[in-house]
Nanobody, 123 residues
């Protein structure tokens, strides 16, 4: 079992920045991947970014590429999502998720999910 807890959400003006954190506890994450997804009310879940736990492979959605950066701290078992140049359309609940393998893809076939953290970008 892996438990994921997101933090760092909040209200920010358009053009601003936020950093989300996802702290993982439980079984070892070696060989795993952690991804970020988001979901706005009335919309489907959208892939944001994913990072491998070993090595440093990353993959981003086109909508955030160049503005968001995913990173990790293995010693802290934590993954981060640095969000810059935020837009009102980035408003959503952001979720982190974990699975046992890395794939440069946007599919949401993950084994574990956090509870989410709200990000609101005002215009």
């Amino acid at each position: 079992q892996v438990q994921l807890v997101e933090s760092g959400g909040g209200l920010v003006q358009a053009g601003g920045s936020l950093r989300l954190s996802c702290a993982a506890t439980g079984r070892t994450l070696s060989g795993s991947a952690l991804g970020w997804f988001r979901q706005d009310s009335g919309k489907g879940r959208e892939f944001v970014a994913v990072i491998s736990w070993i090595g440093y492979s990353t993959y981003y959605s086109n909508s955030v590429k160049g503005r968001f950066t995913i990173s990790r701290d293995n010693a802290k078992n934590t993954v981060y999502l640095q969000m810059s140049s935020l837009k009102p359309e980035d408003t959503a609940v952001y979720y982190c998720a974990a699975r046992r393998y890395y794939s440069a893809s946007s599919n949401d076939d993950y084994d574990y999910w956090g509870q989410g953290t709200q990000v609101t970008v005002s215009s």
